[in-house]
């Protein structure tokens, strides 16, 4: 171990002083020479030994830093339905990495070789709002915009290249959010390019954010009457709070969200404008695990689909739309039980009590009607109906159901309910 040790320390020193010894040694005589000759080559190897030892202690390193990384975790989970190629976690790593270059750029701050700095005290307003326009600058200059459907389902799909025809440049051209990077988008024609949506671009700047050591929160907020739901990034508290909308690059103020591309609108009714939470790191493993069970369902993967709602709910009770879509497909799917139906109108209860719109109201009106409480169930889909901002294309489905309630039947699904990754359900 210790000439191990001393042949180390010479190696790091430079191979000129390991050489000078070695040669008095050949010059000795032809038996010297020969031992020399066999030192050399156990120099040599015990040399690749150490150096393939320390290769491997410094690789594990990185990946021991990529997976505590919030955005990697995410990666990760995802494998259960899209495995991440290595291209995919390599755009992740050199975008991070860029981020974190650039924001420490700004604030002038030398590298420190992926370490979050030792506190988050140090941050300023004005210098978070910096950090953040520095990662949209990076975002859009590694060709990150937003697609024309409002969403990408994973983040894996966001980090996968594609390119563009003219006619579908110019419908991302037309989307407001995309319209800082039209000078981008040009120069980079026809590709490659990215899209995030508000989840997936959110996991990015949380994993930025962590290198950073800034102390970054997803905050998110359920859809309501199958308006999807939204969410975006918030530093520090009151009067120095910054909100982030990480699809626009912009700071969110005064505005609830709007399903119409790239526009806000005022809050037109305070108190009901939905629920805004702030989550912690674990809690946006639970909003994952329920975009994980958006996928499974789209496939037709009942129990897994079941297994990651019960998932994001372990992470994150307060998630709403897991919630709705749990107390719906157990009460609906087939194979109901009387304790799925006891759980599913437990979790219906809560969504109506914490939203009360329409959506919700229909759900519990389900599981009511499941559990053979046709009363109540008539009276919540009652509700429903009267509810003036129930979408007009979701009433057909709430007056079907309201039918075979009247007539003592419970409602089971034809096929699969559909639900979007950002939040929102379509009644069948």
Known sequence: METMIAVWIQYRNGAS?????????????????????????WVGLVLALVMAMEARSAGAEASGRESDNIAFRLLQMEAEVVPA??????????????AVAEVRRHRRVPPQHGIAEPSTEVWRREEVIVALRSIDDVLGRRGFLHPVDDRVDLLSEGLTPRSLSPTERDAVMKL?????????????????????DCDTATAVYLGVAERLGLALQMVYSPSRNRQRGHVWVRWGKGARRVDWET?????????????????????????RTGVELELGR???VGAWHYLLAVQHERRGEVEAMLRQLELALAAFPDHLDARRQLAWSLATLPDVTAERVRTAVAHAREVVKRTGDADSRDTLAAALAAHGDF?????????????????EAARAGYRRRLALYESGRAYQQPGRRHSTASGAMDSP
């Open 17 to 41: 002083a390991m050489r000078r010894p070695l040669g008095v040694v050949v010059r000795s005589g032809w038996v010297r020479g020969r031992i020399a000759r066999a030192s050399w080559s």
């Open 282 to 284: 674990e809690q946006v």
């Open 85 to 98: 190629s290595e291209p995919v976690r390599r755009e992740l790593r050199e975008t991070l990495e860029e």
């Open 247 to 271: 699809t626009e690059g912009t700071l969110r103020s005064g505005f609830e969200w709007s399903a119409d591309p790239g526009r806000g609108r005022p809050a037109s009714r305070p108190g």
């Open 375 to 391: 009363p109540r169930a008539i009276r919540e889909e009652r509700a429903a109906l009267a509810d003036q901002e129930a979408p």
């Open 176 to 196: 407001s959010r995309n319209g800082r990077r039209a000078a981008l988008v040009e120069a980079r024609f026809p590709g490659p390019f990215r899209f995030v």
